[in-house]
């Protein structure tokens, strides 16, 4: 827009100029124009980065750090990081009263992240739809999340979030609790594996590749309908997904493979290219992480595209041979190609839209239910009269619980809480105020992008006292004042964008941990590990726990 603008300003300018005494009056000079442009460029630049911000910004009052970089703002900070969320829990206790906390990143944007229960609120549900996601946030996530229902805002994303609740409703989800109790024997199986591998008896997993290989298989069943088996008796490869393949694909390449590609880069450039991204298109570049890069997500978008037609063929032909009903509609695909069906909810959805759905589900899905695996493993090594408690509530389930009977488990419940509270699998949501808005007596101007960080409010002191950082299932057996709101504890989101799988999740993940919980015994953790930054989930980095299997 401000190109736009200058542009035309200079046009105008020069022939303005061209009229001056001594000025050729037929020719209007490309020298003149190209020099009026960047003289009021820079000019608008000059006042958008270092006077703006500063000087007249209604957000300059507003509480926030000061420790910033010129011209850079916040971004080296970001990079030195230990955690995604370490700079956001910093503020917040270092302004524990202010409604929202104000910092600048690159080129001196200011960005604020809602820091009350009360701004939360106002942001996430009574004015949602005020805030889009960001357009920062779609461009460094279109690739692994496509054209999906998290990416999209307004009217289209109420259209879109109604149609696809059906395919997550508790009925729906029902279906999949054979898959999710037959891999979390798998997993079992696989646990045995790594004690026989080791010395036979104490057996040691890295949590966020294992957990993430297991989940993939389960969004593999539930979403696809296709068996990945990542984890399998120890086998590393996604043998059964060759089903899925297409000419001209790397037969090497599984889908655990190419979504590590953005959720944990193999190099620090890696990291910093995929948020870098957002702020200049820099996958062109010829170096080879933007190369694996590319190759991975265009990988992934081939692979599910071609499930997706075949699908559409397959349930076309059994439809018309009135072979096709509700019962074979055990997975997303397979839902979705039914209801798109003439007087079906999701009619008229097109390829790109459906892709993109199923993008986001296998990203997001997988990715947040292995990290809060990942840190429920951790807590239980860490914390022995935990897991006493747990094992002592999983032990006399039926050999497959359903989770109808798992729901009744009081401590399985705190402790699944606890962990989202302390580890809060996402690290930040990112918005954008479309239109002027005030929230909590702050004047937000349209374009000002916003960081939701669900650890703010999770780990606020003033919410949950003193020993907020402390890991206890137990404090949801006293919950007081701000702590019983719905906005103090938003590991899933709140309001109208609220994450569509959360069922889904807490099902397979209770599913898991009781497997787990009731066959084997988490001895100590290795503290050597490290928390993927940046980062937009709290991904630990070489998390090993050992385990010995419960033998009574």
């Known amino acids: 827009m401000e190109l736009l603008l200058c542009a035309g300003l200079a046009t105008v300018e020069s022939f303005l100029v061209k009229r001056l005494p001594g000025q050729d009056t037929d020719v209007v000079s490309i020298r003149t124009v190209i020099t009026l442009f960047l003289a009021q460029y820079l000019a608008v630049k000059i006042y958008r980065i270092f006077l703006y911000p500063k000087y007249f910004s209604p957000l300059r009052n507003v509480s926030g750090p000061t420790d910033g970089y010129f011209f850079l703002g916040q971004s080296p900070n970001f990079l030195k990081a230990k955690t995604p969320t370490e700079l956001y829990i910093k503020w917040m206790r270092e302004h524990p009263d202010a409604p929202f906390i104000r910092y600048l990143t690159w080129a001196n944007t200011e960005v604020l992240v809602p820091n009350s229960i009360k701004a939360h609120r106002e942001v996430l549900q009574l004015q949602c739809y005020s805030f889009s996601p960001s357009q920062w946030f779609l461009r460094v996530a279109k690739e692994v999340a496509g054209r999906g229902v998290i990416m999209m805002d307004g009217d289209e994303h109420r259209a879109h979030r109604k149609m696809l609740t059906g395919s997550f409703s508790l009925g729906q989800i029902r279906k999949f609790e054979p898959i999710f109790q037959e891999k979390a024997k798998v997993l079992c199986r696989y646990f045995d594996q790594c004690i026989q591998d080791n010395d036979g008896a104490i057996g040691v997993i890295d949590c966020t590749a294992t957990f993430s290989k297991i989940i993939l298989d389960i969004m593999g069943s539930a979403i696809l309908g296709v068996d990945l088996d990542h984890v399998d008796s120890g086998k590393g490869k996604a043998d059964k997904s060759k089903t899925l393949r297409k000419d001209g694909l790397d037969e090497n390449q599984t889908f655990h493979g190419a979504y590590n590609a953005f959720f944990s880069p193999s190099s620090i450039l890696g990291q910093v290219l995929i948020f870098a991204n957002g702020f200049v298109p820099i996958r062109w570049l010829p170096i080879e992480v933007n190369r694996e890069y590319v190759t991975a997500m265009g990988w992934i978008h081939e692979m599910i595209r071609g499930l997706i037609r075949q699908r559409y063929q397959d349930v076309s032909a059994r439809t018309n041979e009135a072979e096709y009903g509700d019962k074979d509609t055990k997975d997303l695909v397979s839902f979705i190609v ?215």
């Open 338 to 552: 039914k209801e798109s069906m003439p007087d079906g909810i999701a009619e008229g959805i097109g390829e790109d839209e459906f892709l993109g759905h199923l993008l986001t589900f296998l990203a997001a899905g997988h990715e947040t239910s292995a990290i809060m695996l990942s840190w429920s493993a951790y807590s239980l090594a860490t914390n022995p009269d935990v897991q006493d408690q747990l094992y002592a509530e999983v032990k006399e389930l039926s050999p497959n619980p359903s989770f109808a009977e798992l729901d009744k488990l009081p401590y399985l419940e705190k402790f699944c809480k606890e962990s989202l509270r302390v580890y809060p699998p996402s690290g930040t949501y990112n918005r954008e105020a479309n239109r002027d808005v005030v929230v909590e007596g702050v004047h937000i101007p349209k374009g000002t992008p916003v960081d939701l960080c669900p650890a703010v409010t999770s780990m606020q002191p003033n919410v949950w006292g003193d020993d907020a950082a402390k890991f206890d299932p137990s404090r949801w057996d006293r919950l007081t004042g701000d702590q019983t709101s719905t906005w103090a504890f938003s590991s899933f989101g709140n309001g109208p964008r609220m994450c569509l799988g959360r069922q889904f999740a807490m099902v397979e993940i209770k599913i898991i941990l009781a497997e787990i919980v009731r066959n084997y015994r988490f001895v100590s953790a290795d503290e050597g590990f490290t928390v993927e930054s940046p980062s937009f989930t709290f991904r630990p980095r070489g998390l090993k726990v050992r385990f010995q299997k419960i033998r009574e």
